[in-house]
């Protein structure tokens, strides 16, 4: 098959279940918006950004080490075996840790008598690592379809309890009379719907777990090699640090807002309000995240070809028309958008543009970091993650108590454009690919102008909802015949450059 062709179709089945599932949870956001307070949805995604974290911890660049080692070892049951029997320990001894010391670390971040919060997080964190490596393993075997499935009913079981504790049980703890009422009083606190939020996740997680044991060595597959695991956490170590600075440039701003906010009073409504408009990014953050789920993989395989780099060069060209594409699709229709966030948080909507042009040059840099991958110079990703972290940190510093959350806006915006743009000039040098570097700057400019045009336009105007609606997705309609006439010169997959 084409591998393009093959690309697109890994990341339509890889990306079902996540697409899905985050539009799912991009639905619950006006659950979660009307149901929530401000600050109880700020506790919400700051719990989150700490799970973002420690997730880098728990699984520390093995998930990747195992997609490199399966390509260059005979043996790929003990790389399998190997790999996973690292994340099973790690994960028991990380997980007890944070149980023991749960009481104290939820003081420590202003939480004190909420060790529950801790406890819940710590355990779905180790169910979530282990289950890493058997997602991997479907991925590398091309199995997107078992994948696909797993991945739903995570996703379902998540989505359906959240329903139950936020609507269902208030609901019947409303009439003393209701048949259920007995059972739903035994267990449900009507003055705390966050932890409800987090044990949602974590019945999925550990449903997830028992999903994917089927996918667990048995009998001679249980091989650990000491010499070969040495070797694997020398190549993934690195990534380690690529993940937990990267956790930083994507996450840390919540966690900023909520200390740097000049008024006490407000931080964790701003870290509310800033966290919901975010979610409007949502259709940005999917699409780069099922690409580069199906990406990863494909382009460890593809490196064994003659042409590898004109199809990466190729990839690359389409995810950004894709990516703006979005951009403009988003933006122009921000008058029904809206309404996905509840009117206590729509005051952060101006964010938007601004994280979906960050969420795009994020998605590139994603794409561009296949060269230290593929050259096994994962020191030069570390290095890259850890400069943009810097970026992320000195600017929140200076941004946030000026601006309030649109500075954590402008300074994502400013990271990962620093990181795309550096990631390209290193990667030139050493993994040159032939990139179509006017084409991947002219799309998201033609978006970006005709968004800003647009606003100008109804500035000037003040449509009424459905005129905004009308001349907006015309607007996208020209973006689209743009591309379209720009791109048709390449009939086929197969004759694409």
């Not at 990306?15 to 956001?29: A, E, K, M, S």
């Not at 009507?190 to 409800?196: L, P, T």
């Not at 030069?380 to 972290?389: D, E, N, P, Q, R």
């Amino acid at each position: 098959m084409n591998p393009l062709k093959r690309l697109a179709g890994q990341t339509a089945i890889y990306g079902l279940p996540t697409i899905v599932g985050r539009l799912l949870n991009y639905f619950l956001v006006p659950l979660y918006t009307r149901v929530l307070g401000t600050a109880e949805y700020g506790t919400v995604a700051e719990m989150y950004t700490y799970v973002t974290f420690l997730n880098v911890i728990f699984t520390y660049g093995m998930e990747t080490a195992y997609f490199r080692f399966c390509q260059t070892e005979s043996d790929k049951g003990k790389v399998y075996f190997t790999n996973l029997f690292s994340i099973l320990s790690t994960s028991i001894v990380l997980a007890a840790g944070l149980v023991l010391f749960a009481a104290p670390l939820a003081t420590s971040i202003s939480h004190s008598g909420h060790k529950d919060y801790i406890i819940t997080f710590a355990l779905m964190l180790g169910l979530d690592a282990i289950t890493s490596i058997p997602f991997a393993k479907l991925r590398l075997d091309n199995r997107p379809k078992k994948y696909a499935i797993i991945k739903s009913i995570n996703i379902g079981v998540n989505i359906l309890l959240n329903l139950f504790f936020l609507l269902f049980c208030p609901w019947v703890m409303k009439s003393p009379d209701h048949i259920f009422y007995g059972f739903v009083s035994g267990f449900f606190n009507r003055a705390d719907f966050v932890e409800y939020v987090f044990l949602a996740n974590l019945a999925a997680s550990a449903l997830t777990l028992v999903l994917l044991i089927p996918q667990f060595p048995r009998g001679g597959g249980w091989k650990f090699d000491l010499l070969l695991w040495k070797r694997m956490m020398y190549y993934a170590l690195p990534l380690l640090i690529v993940g937990l600075a990267g956790m930083v440039n994507e996450t840390s701003d919540r966690l900023m807002i909520k200390y740097l906010t000049v008024d006490k009073s407000t931080a964790m409504s701003e870290v509310g309000i800033y966290s919901a408009c975010y979610k409007i990014a949502i259709f940005m953050t999917i699409f780069i995240q099922t690409v580069r789920m199906a990406a990863e993989p494909f382009f460890f395989v593809e490196a064994q070809k003659s042409d590898s780099r004109k199809t990466y060069a190729t990839v690359m060209k389409y995810f950004v028309i894709a990516c703006s594409l979005i951009f403009i699709g988003v933006m122009m229709n921000m008058y029904a958008v809206q309404y996905f966030v509840g009117v206590k948080f729509r005051s952060g909507l101006k964010i938007v543009p601004v994280l979906l042009v960050a969420n795009l040059c994020l998605g590139i840099y994603y794409n561009l970091s296949i060269w230290y991958k593929l050259s096994g110079q994962t020191r030069y990703g570390a290095w890259l993650a850890l400069a943009g972290a810097g970026v992320t940190l000195l600017l929140n510093f200076i941004l946030i108590p000026i601006m309030g959350y649109m500075g954590a806006a402008w300074t994502t915006l400013a990271c990962y454009f620093f990181m795309m743009v550096v990631s390209y000039l290193i990667g030139q040098v050493y993994f040159p690919v032939p990139y179509n570097l006017k084409k991947m700057i002219f799309y998201p400019v033609l978006a970006i102008s005709i968004y800003a045009l647009m606003t100008g336009l109804w500035t000037l105007i003040s449509p009424s909802p459905v005129v905004e609606l009308v001349t907006g997705n015309l607007a996208l309609l020209l973006f689209v015949s743009i591309a379209w006439v720009i791109e048709r010169p390449q009939k086929t997959l197969s004759s694409l450059p």
